[in-house]
């Protein structure tokens, strides 16, 4: 069975690379700087249903895109989870939150309305944190 992106994951994003594991894409909400990865095995859901391997891989990266996105944003702190309530296909979000967002100090999901990147912004960010990730 090949890796296909949720459809979801997808529509709301922009693609930014590959890492040895996870494909890593750009959430489409400029008011957060807001990374998505998605480790490219089929059928994930939860953590539990990764090799050790693969789940140490996978946390790896997910501290390696923090990293970069905190020091391309110079964020405060930096967030990172698994919900999948919506999206089941196992993902990981990386947002970079800084004290004066829109959220703060609360959690993302579910504060204000989304604001997509105006044209051309997306890739730009999408292409800074390929450039920082080195994919």
């Not at 296909?4 to 750009?26: F, R």
Request: glycine share 6%; hydrophobic share 45%.
């Amino acid at each position: 069975m090949a890796f296909t992106l949720d459809e979801q994951l997808a529509n709301d994003t922009t693609p930014v690379g590959d890492l040895p594991l996870s494909t890593v894409l750009l959430m489409n909400d400029s008011r957060f700087a807001w990374a998505i990865l998605v480790p490219r095995r089929e059928g994930l859901v939860e953590l539990h249903d990764m090799s050790e391997t693969d789940r140490n891989r996978l946390i790896s990266e997910s501290v390696e895109v923090s990293c970069a996105l905190q020091k391309l944003t110079a964020a405060s702190k930096m967030n990172i989870a698994t919900l999948g309530n919506l999206v089941r296909q196992l993902h990981v979000h990386v947002i970079a939150r800084k004290s004066d967002d829109e959220a703060w100090p609360r959690p993302v999901w579910g504060v204000g309305t989304p604001a997509p990147y105006a044209r051309g912004q997306a890739r730009a960010c999408a292409d800074a944190l390929k450039a920082a990730l080195g994919v």
